[in-house]
């Protein structure tokens, strides 16, 4: 950097600190103007103090620079989690070069000049820097809610004392097929279980790969000592099962999830008796 260089450097960083309130007030009430009330003008002013006092900072310490970008960091994710677009988070930035700029048009001098023209691409690197932090924070953002959806989808509830049921529905892949595997697993370790329904009358279709998902999956079970009956195979999936020749194996499979049902509980011992045809009892061996 050459001595006039330094020269309007030094001059533009003493309008920043001699003019730190004034220029603050005026940041606050740019950058809050696209927002349109959406966010809290005491929570934003406390935000952009804090960058322009680590900006100050940076000026004359590399840690200062460190804090400052730890801090564009974390006003990216938090615009991200509050639903802001990438634009209106750098433009929170970028306000900075305009509040500077109306006092840098106040002095008309050239030393004034050329130290914002060094200044407004050192707030371009930081604006862009908060644009790439913004789209690594909603990001993340996707990931874990795609991740949480996964959860909600495949859920394993009991159905009865011994018998634990996977209700499918949607599309099974890979990550699915892992994260029902699983559930699954840790419930029957939990419930002590001897039996898991697996339905897949909310599947759309089943082709050669879904085929394998759900054997793998039934493997895995008898590895921990269940037996596995897969329900709800519907006589368009059964169609594409046999024309695709897709061998189940010695595997149990049942109609509807109610058949799948009433045979786990014949199979534990429970018989289900009906009366009246409205009512149903439950009797089981020792009984």
Known sequence: MTV?????????????????????KRWVEISSRPLRGRLNETQTAKELREIYRALLRSFDHADGATELRALLAELSRSRA???????????AVFGLKDAVSELVEAEAGVEALRGFLWLSSTIDGLGLYTFEAYTTAREKIIADQAEELLELSTPVVKLWEGIVAVPLVGTLDSARTQVVMEKLLQTLVDTGSEYAVIDITGVPAVDTQVAQHLLKTVMAARLMGANCVISGIRPQIAHTIVTLGIEFGDIITKATLADALAYALRKSGVEVVGRRQTRVAVRTEES
Do not use: C, D, V
């Open 4 to 24: 006039q260089e330094n020269t309007s450097k030094r001059h533009i960083e003493e309008l920043l600190r001699g003019k730190e309130e004034e220029i603050l």
């Open 81 to 91: 989690q509050q639903g802001f677009t990438p634009g209106e988070t750098a433009m």
